[in-house]
């Protein structure tokens, strides 16, 4: 149980355009989701918090206009990154929260996307 | 801004118990904490999670001391596959209920 899916694994993209990157929980429904980041070699950076049916919470530093959050339904999010750049070249990873238990402050998470703009 | 602090990087051999400690000095009463475990180019992994005291499952414990200012989790007997980075995540004091924040994580490289 508790399996989070992300999708595509791996996209390649011009400057200039935009990508999106879908995150799915499979067997529960996720009020909350999570986009971090995740430099070579560093920690996994908080991106934004997706609530389900309203915006969502970006960390401070994140451009809420670069890096589009919609949160759907309880099962999906997607983070688009709008004209792309070679500084965005990243791993994006998501995690979902199960709406069932909230209160346990568990996460679980995507196997995440990599990311890479020419 | 509060954060936790574990050691950057450890080394092991298989079979050897590893004990792995963080520091978290601001964390809030009703906190858990939570390991999770990564390996490159995957989304992390739940390990364990705790309050107080000891909790153990199939795959590490987690040792919590009484003022909870820190936390130590335990792997036994460890083979070249717990080769990973591990990170120690509590929720914040004074952040919503829903934000937690990752740090730097060990990396730990188990040899033969």
């Known amino acids: 149980g508790a399996v989070v899916s992300q999708h595509p694994s791996r996209v390649i993209c011009k400057s200039g355009t935009s990508v999106k990157i879908e995150c799915r929980s499979l067997?529960?429904?996720?009020?909350?989701m999570f986009w971090y980041r995740q430099f070579p070699k560093q920690s996994l950076m908080l991106m934004a918090t997706s609530n389900e049916g309203s915006k969502a919470t970006y960390e401070q530093g994140v451009e809420k206009d670069k890096f589009l959050i919609n949160h759907a339904s309880l099962t999906l999010s997607t983070l688009t990154v709008t004209s792309a750049h070679p500084e965005d070249s990243s791993f994006y990873i998501c995690?979902?929260?199960?709406?069932?238990?909230?209160?346990?402050?568990?996460?679980?998470f995507g196997p995440g996307t990599r990311l890479t703009v020419l | 801004l509060a954060k936790t602090t574990q050691p950057i990087s450890m080394d092991s051999y298989e079979g050897q118990e590893v004990n792995i400690t963080c520091s978290h000095n601001n964390i809030a009463t009703n906190d858990y904490i939570t390991w999770y475990q990564q390996f490159p180019s995957q989304g992390p992994r739940f390990i364990i999670q705790g309050y107080k005291t000891k909790v153990t499952n199939e795959v590490a414990s987690l040792f919590i001391p009484a003022d909870r200012k820190s936390s130590t989790l335990s792997l036994p007997r460890v083979s070249l596959s717990d080769t990973a980075v591990y990170y120690c995540?509590?929720?914040?004091?004074?952040?919503?209920?829903?934000?937690?924040?990752f740090g730097s994580g060990t990396r730990l490289s188990i040899r033969p």
């Open positions: 067997d529960f429904q996720a009020t909350t």
């Open positions: 995540l509590v929720v914040l004091p004074g952040s919503s209920a829903s934000k937690i924040i």
């Open positions: 995690s979902a929260r199960d709406k069932k238990r909230e209160g346990y402050n568990e996460q679980f």
